[in-house]
């Protein structure tokens, strides 16, 4: 089983929706929580940071659920400009210990 | 952007050959890092630099041999290259490596193919 697994989609959705991915981790010990996006033949980018209150960033807001062990990213009114791959990224204590998933890939269509 | 290159950025070669990629930085970060991005597994840990002449091994280092001989170069050699090394190589570089908040910034890869 994969430390931190991702739906891989594909997820084809009209502008102006909202769609939600979702990610779970197995390792209870992880400590900081990432969501980055990667649009095709390009690097990974940070998106956001993942916080335990959970967090909102304009149209993204993430969630931990540490119990579950479960993180989500929730994108309202979808643009054309969100297709890409986004990356749950898991680190368990410090940057040299990350944990990616194999990303959830998003079609915005007109 | 963070100041990140890779070179080359698309290498075909044969089985058995030797390969050394190259990551520079220009934003002075002590950490540097170099994954592998193959279908369905997301990027995997080869080996990290924590400074100048310090390295240690990531998730995935067997086959993979690095140097850090200056603060803003990174390498990483593949002394014999195989098939199941053909992958998208990705350079990252971060500010520090602990306590596991901080951002790692991407270099624009490098497409290996092991014929």
């Known amino acids: 089983r994969k430390e931190v697994e991702q739906d891989p989609g594909p997820f084809n959705v009209p502008e102006g929706a909202t769609v939600a991915f979702n990610c779970t981790y197995s390792n209870s010990a992880s400590q900081s929580f990432f969501w980055y996006r990667q649009d095709c033949r390009k690097e990974p980018k940070l998106l956001m940071s993942?916080?335990?209150s959970g967090n909102e960033d304009g149209r993204f807001t993430a969630q931990l659920n540490r119990a579950s062990q479960y993180i989500s990213l929730l994108i309202r009114d979808s643009k054309l400009s969100d297709s890409a791959t986004y990356l749950c990224?898991?680190?368990?204590?410090?940057?040299?210990?990350?944990?990616f998933g194999a990303g959830t890939r998003l079609t915005v269509k007109p | 952007d963070a100041g990140i290159t890779q070179s080359p950025r698309h290498k075909v070669t044969e089985t058995g050959t030797p390969v050394t990629l190259r990551c520079h930085q220009t934003e002075n970060h002590r950490y540097m890092y170099w994954y592998r991005q193959d279908p369905g597994h997301g990027l995997r840990l080869i080996h990290y630099s924590y400074g100048v002449k310090d390295t240690d091994k990531g998730e995935v280092s067997d086959g993979y041999s690095v140097s850090r001989s200056k603060t803003e170069d990174f390498l990483l050699t593949l002394e014999s290259a195989t098939s199941s090394q053909t992958s998208v190589y990705f350079c990252a570089i971060s500010e520090s490596g602990s306590p596991g908040w901080e951002t790692q910034y991407f270099g624009p890869g490098t497409r290996l193919l092991v014929l």
């Open positions: 990224v898991v680190n368990r204590r410090n940057n040299n210990d990350m944990r």
């Open positions: 993942v916080y335990s």
